[in-house]
């Protein structure tokens, strides 16, 4: 699934090519995704110019003009291409044509994707956004408000780095990542790490979203930015999908387990497992 590096680099090209053009037609061809596509998409939005491209978590939020928001989401296997040939490709279920013949196509063999219309005074109270957490990027992201978040949490740290009401964005590839960086063991109880060891946490889980960003994100199976360029961090992986591999600081052959259906690497060595649970609850100061 693209994580927030993957869908802030799709942010960035359709910013870059479509930010200001209008909108001439949209084409739908498959209207069954994760949920079907509104009926009204087409009609509420052609004619209408493109004033503003962000993102919410792994959510991708287009204004029009009159305030109209086209909310997406890749699921697991979505693209977003640019300027796709004609006809429609296998997959492809949605082309939103531009002036200046610009295309914007929708592509998702697995169709677990989202292509929702919203107004944009309803973004606030739509509970699939509201439910976020805080943006690991944001400017007041820091150990503080990560050991806020944490406290009380009796799951382990990597599936709470996953649980998107704790933290918006951070997906399987960078929480593994993230957690080698700052040197935690995937399962020690979140609620366990001390102010500093929340703040090394806060620290790595930046660096390393950073770090993906500059690379374009990872291409694994599906991904690619809008103008179909393959992200590059892949071949910078400490230790997803490096199992058996030996650990770049220490040699011990990095390690995989299984936790609630997905695959957890980490080095056995410099992740050493710490912490239990107490039971008590700490305060938001």
């Not at 990597?158 to 040197?183: M, P, S, V, W």
Request: glycine share 12%.
């Amino acid at each position: 699934m693209p994580e927030l590096p993957e869908v802030e680099t799709v942010r960035r090209g359709l910013l870059r090519h479509l930010l200001g053009r209008r909108l001439v037609r949209v084409e739908v061809r498959e209207p069954r995704l994760r949920r079907p596509v509104p009926a009204e998409l087409a009609p509420a939005l052609a004619g209408r110019r493109l004033e503003r491209v962000e993102r919410r978590g792994k959510y991708l939020l287009l204004t029009f003009a009159g305030k109209r928001v086209l909310l997406l989401h890749l699921g697991m296997s979505g693209r977003l291409l640019l300027d796709r040939p004609e006809p429609f490709s296998r997959h492809e279920h949605l082309r939103f044509g531009f002036e200046g013949g610009r295309r914007l196509s929708f592509i998702d063999p697995r169709r677990f994707g989202i292509v929702d219309l919203l107004a944009e005074a309803e973004l606030e109270r739509d509970p699939r956004l509201r439910a976020l957490g805080p943006e690991p990027l944001a400017e007041g992201f820091d150990g503080t408000l990560l050991w806020c978040r944490l406290q009380g949490r009796r799951l382990g740290l990597k599936a709470a780095l996953l649980d998107q009401t704790i933290l918006a964005g951070l997906g399987n590839i960078y929480a593994c990542e993230a957690l080698y960086h700052a040197r935690l063991h995937p399962l020690r109880p979140a609620g366990s790490l001390s102010r500093q060891g929340c703040r090394r946490l806060a620290a790595a889980i930046r660096h390393t979203l950073e770090a993906a960003l500059a690379a374009g994100g990872s291409s694994l199976r599906d991904f690619v930015a809008a103008d179909g360029m393959l992200g590059l961090f892949q071949h910078r992986f400490a230790v997803y999908g490096r199992e058996g591999e030996p650990c770049g600081r220490c040699g011990r052959a990095i390690q995989r387990l299984r936790e609630g259906g997905r695959s957890t690497f980490y080095c056995p060595k410099c992740q050493r497992r710490r912490g239990h649970w107490t039971g008590g609850r700490g305060r938001c100061l």
